[in-house]
């Protein structure tokens, strides 16, 4: 799937005292973050592009803004028919057992090791066709224009989010509260000099794993360390951030541009399987990569000779499932960079 991530949108209706509904440009998919006098507002549910906080504004606030996805494009569905039960249940017909709450065969443990089993499946470059995207317009880069010791002043830009991280040009990052009219604020505590450059931090959502891959108007971008990274110095390069709440910001070249287009490429969290009827996303001819797997971890805790052969039975239906899904995603040469952060 490709989504469209748009930062710092401002929402529209009206502040009444009585109001608690505003919209959006655009249906959404995903919320990011929602903010209000500058701070996040969480207590809040939509449909489509109206967002119904929970309180109404008081009159005199400032419009509320938002970080959002759009879904543009769907990737073509896929109808899974395999549920996190039926992976259950064989896992006990291998070990010829039905479910239990007692030990040795646990079903508690069980699907801890299924859970486990999926999420490094799905670490691994077989599942290089799980690779998602998103785009978002780059704001212009710009020096600031005088010294002030509680803001930068930029100028009034467009796609600045509302607030985050910046850094200037000897790589040092700081935190901005609000982005209003022309000027990132901040606590006054950095001395900087007129005309330095300053580029804005772009944060990484929450459910993004890894970035796999980061475009600049459809070219790709070389990572490179933070601790190299200097503002305005790369034009082919870019960097992630990580601040002390963990929270990931992705730092790209100085340009003057207003019509950048980045793309993020990215594997996403998964998350885990709780319920029987949970969809699990794995073909059903190949099931076993997972019960067998599970099954041979139990046999062997538990000290029963019977593991050896199940994890020989695992071992050839893993590496015939490698090779299905080789096959399905050899033309992807995705590759997944990883690097020292940042921690401020």
Do not use: C
Not at 29 to 40: D, F, P, T
């Amino acid at each position: 799937m490709a989504s469209t991530f748009i930062y710092n949108e401002t929402m529209t209706w009206t502040i009444d005292w009585i109001n608690k509904d505003f919209t959006t440009l655009n249906n959404i998919e995903k919320i990011e973050e929602v903010y209000l006098w500058g701070v996040a507002y969480r207590d809040i549910s939509f449909v489509w592009n109206v967002i119904t906080f929970a309180d109404a504004p008081p009159i005199g606030a400032s419009a509320p803004t938002i970080d959002y996805f759009v879904e543009s494009v769907a990737s073509p569905s896929v109808i899974w028919d395999v549920t996190f039960g039926d992976i259950i249940d064989e896992v006990y017909d291998v070990i010829w057992e039905t479910r239990k709450t007692t030990w040795p065969f646990k079903e508690s443990i069980v699907k801890r090791w299924i859970n486990k089993w999926i999420k490094r499946l799905k670490n691994k470059r077989v599942y290089k066709n799980r690779i998602l995207s998103y785009t978002f317009n780059k704001s212009k880069d710009t020096p600031v224009t005088a010294y002030d010791a509680n803001e930068l002043n930029i100028w009034v830009q467009d796609y600045v989010p509302a607030n985050w991280l910046v850094m200037l040009w000897d790589s040092s990052v700081v935190r901005y509260t609000t982005y209003i009219a022309w000027a990132l604020n901040w606590l006054a505590w950095y001395v900087y000099e007129s005309g330095e450059k300053v580029s804005i931090g772009y944060k990484i959502p929450e459910w993004v794993k890894r970035p796999a891959e980061v475009l600049l108007n459809g070219v790709p971008l070389i990572y490179m360390d933070n601790r190299e990274w200097r503002v305005g110095w790369n034009d082919q390069h870019y960097t992630i951030v990580e601040d002390s709440l963990w929270e990931r910001y992705i730092f790209l070249p100085y340009r003057t541009s207003t019509k950048d287009i980045v793309t993020v490429k990215y594997t996403p969290v998964f998350g885990l399987f709780v319920d029987d009827a949970d969809i699990v996303d794995i073909e059903y001819e190949y099931t076993e990569v997972i019960s067998r797997y599970t099954a041979y971890i139990m046999l062997m805790d538990r000290e029963d000779d019977r593991w050896q052969s199940v994890r020989e039975s695992y071992k050839e239906s893993e590496a015939e499932y490698r090779v299905y899904k080789w096959k399905e995603v050899d033309w992807i040469n995705t590759k997944i960079r990883a690097g020292s952060l940042q921690v401020i």
